[in-house]
């Protein structure tokens, strides 16, 4: 089992940046294929991004392309998300999930087992 907590929301003017973290605890980091989500108020939780186990490959729903980056440190049980250009479309709870299946595979939000608790972005216009 893995335990994932989330930081570094904020408040940020469109076009602006912003770096999420991640800290995982618990079983080995390099085990999980690990994601971004967003929740929207009043919004289904939606696919942001993964990656794979060791870094390398990744993927991104198509509105965040060009403008967010995933990445991780396994050395340091770490998960990022790198956002820029943001919009205030970008606004919502953003949340940290592991899985235990190959990124190829963990393609749904039931796909991730783990789930941190959130960190909030709000993107002004």
């Known amino acids: 089992q893995v335990q994932l907590v989330e930081s570094g929301g904020g408040l940020v003017q469109t076009g602006g940046s912003l770096r999420l973290s991640c800290a995982a605890s618990?079983?080995?980091?390099?085990?999980?294929?690990m994601g971004w989500f967003r929740q929207a108020p009043g919004k289904e939780r939606e696919f942001v991004a993964r990656?794979?186990?060791?870094?390398?490959?990744?993927y991104y729903t198509d509105s965040v392309k060009g403008r967010f980056s995933i990445s991780r440190d396994n050395a340091r049980n770490l998960l990022y998300l790198q956002m820029n250009s943001l919009k205030p479309d970008d606004t919502a709870s953003y949340f940290c999930?592991?899985?235990?299946?190959?990124?190829?595979?963990?393609?749904?939000?039931?796909?991730?087992?783990?789930w941190g608790q959130g960190t909030q972005v709000i993107v002004s216009s």
């Open positions: 999930a592991a899985s235990t299946r190959p990124a190829v595979e963990a393609t749904t939000i039931s796909d991730f087992q783990y």
């Open positions: 990656i794979v186990r060791f870094g390398g490959i990744t």
């Open positions: 618990g079983r080995t980091f390099s085990d999980y294929t």
